[in-house]
């Protein structure tokens, strides 16, 4: 069964190949059609996340932003299936780093940086685009698939040049053993954590929220600086990029203090466009 979902998955992606991103986007639109008013993929979830985080909004403006939610989602979708066969230079066309003298401060001076980022505009694209608009070596985490077929794929396809492409599982060994040139650690923590055990809690969007303190950790371990991504989307499919420096000597930096600097920096960045948040995430589902 796997390898048959792997053939239909791999058949979309040939597909989508030979497709203009204008036939894509339209595509896109019956499926924000299907999903939302037909088949209402985690609509309760959606609504319950945005009038939690939004009490203040009435029920119509809730409503709108999950109208304008499933569109981007919708988007995000086929433009995660058009990032396999898109070459590096189409990505970074519509994927600019604005300001990457940020990081690339501190790749002149042969350190590491660690990259935080939440699941907010287009993720998927950052490791691609910043390939050859960062001088660092980009790094990003995922999540292995349990489809041990479409995994190896995007392994196989996901990384361009100097990239590389971390099991979260590794990330341990991952941080040990890439020291050979400066990188960008690419991670996007704004998960839930599996248990609140694991947890460090900040408010968030006027909700207790359990907070995964990896990026922290590891900048504390081995005092990397850390920045900011901030993502914006322009157009369809086209977005830009711009690093916010968080800290520079996170060692000195008490616990908790930097994990939650990064939960305010994109509470603030959703607040101001909050249809490009992935709120189908059951991102509160932990209880304090």
């Known amino acids: 069964m796997n390898y048959l979902v792997y053939l239909i998955f791999r058949a979309f992606v040939v597909l989508f190949r030979f497709m203009p991103f204008r036939l ?7 499926i924000y059609y299907i999903v939302y008013y037909i088949v209402g993929y985690r609509k309760t979830v959606v609504l319950e996340n945005l009038r939690n985080s939004f009490p203040e909004k009435s029920k119509s ?42 990081p690339d401060f501190y790749y002149k001076k042969g350190l590491s940086v660690i990259c935080v980022a939440g699941h907010y505009g287009n993720w ?32 196989q396809t ?19 053993t890439d020291w050979g040139e400066p990188a960008i650690f690419y991670m996007v923590a704004d998960q839930s954590p599996s248990s609140a055990r694991l947890a460090y809690w900040v408010n968030f969007l006027n909700q207790d929220t359990a907070v995964l303190h990896g990026p922290e950790k590891y900048a504390r371990i081995y005092n990397l600086p850390v920045v900011f991504a901030s993502v914006n989307r322009i157009k369809r499919g086209y977005y830009t990029v711009d690093f916010k420096l968080m800290e520079a000597t996170s060692d000195q930096t008490k ?16 607040k101001a466009n909050p249809e490009y948040y992935l709120w189908s995430h059951r991102r509160w589902k932990l209880k304090k």
Do not use: C
């Open 24 to 30: 894509l986007y339209g595509l896109a639109d019956i």
């Open 61 to 102: 403006e809730i409503n709108r932003i999950a109208k304008a939610f499933y569109h981007h989602f919708a988007d995000m979708l086929i433009e995660s299936l058009k990032a396999f066969t898109m070459s590096e230079a189409a990505i970074i066309r519509r994927y600019k780093f604005n300001n990457s003298d940020v």
């Open 124 to 155: 998927e694209w950052a490791g691609i685009a910043s390939g050859k608009q960062v001088l660092h070596r980009p790094i990003g985490f995922y999540k292995p698939l349990s489809n041990v077929y479409i995994d190896k794929y995007i392994q």
């Open 158 to 176: 996901r990384v361009r040049g100097r990239s590389k492409l971390a099991s979260i599982v590794k990330t341990i060994e991952t941080f040990k």
């Open 255 to 270: 616990t908790g203090e930097l994990t939650a600097r990064f939960m305010q920096l994109l509470e603030d960045v959703i």
